[in-house]
């Protein structure tokens, strides 16, 4: 079998990228927008499909109820202090078919922020690019009038979109642009002028 081509990859992802794109057209930022959806992605590695659901939504109502319990989730992801005065997620448990809660995310945060992780800065480097997807829907926009017979033939694949897709390849980054996430202990108090000599000896 041949390995998948970057448009193989946008093609597999197509639905989680219409999520992406509804979730942006209801307000929500971009980051949260990738970060949600990487989540449920991660959700469906573990055999919970919400994606298929969550496409299908159109009542708006429904849709900003879902960015809430998302954002609650998110919220519950990035405490550190081991809270449970969580929000409930009602409309996200009745899509998981009861299968999970918030205390479901605060026990498992560990784990999913290395999962959400993962996929941002691997599959995710694809789904949330938009100059790929303009691509992607240019050329299907031209195999689909090449099938009607409005061309003379079926259009090439475009270079971006016929590269070998390799999740393991870095993605480029200027020193500068680096972000370091550090979390403290209450229990072990430490000043302001300590963290600074750690990281400018």
């Not at 597999?12 to 219409?18: E, Q, S, W």
């Not at 499909?49 to 960015?67: A, E, G």
Request: charged share 20%; glycine share 4%.
């Amino acid at each position: 079998m041949a390995p998948p081509t970057v448009r193989d990859i946008l093609a597999f992802h197509k639905i989680d990228r219409a999520v992406y794109e509804k979730f942006i057209a209801h307000g929500m930022e971009l980051a949260m927008a990738r970060n949600a959806v990487a989540l449920f992605m991660w959700l469906d590695q573990l055999g919970i499909d919400m994606i298929s659901q969550i496409v299908q939504i159109i009542n708006p109502t429904r849709i900003f109820k879902l960015i809430n319990e998302v954002d609650s989730v998110l919220h519950c992801l990035r405490q550190e202090d081991g809270s449970s005065n969580y929000t409930e997620i009602p409309l996200m448990t009745s899509l998981a078919r009861n299968s999970l809660n918030i205390r479901f995310f605060n026990f498992h945060k560990d784990v999913i922020v290395r999962g959400l992780a993962y996929i941002l800065d691997g599959v995710g480097r694809i789904v949330f690019d938009d100059h790929m997807y303009e691509l992607l829907r240019a050329y299907e926009a031209d195999v689909a009038a090449a099938r009607a017979g409005l061309s003379a033939g079926m259009p090439p694949v475009p270079l971006g979109l016929a590269v070998i897709y390799d999740p393991t390849a870095a993605v480029p980054s200027i020193e500068d642009a680096r972000s370091m996430f550090i979390t403290f202990s209450k229990g072990l108090p430490i000043r302001r002028e300590e963290i600074m000599e750690h990281f400018t000896e």
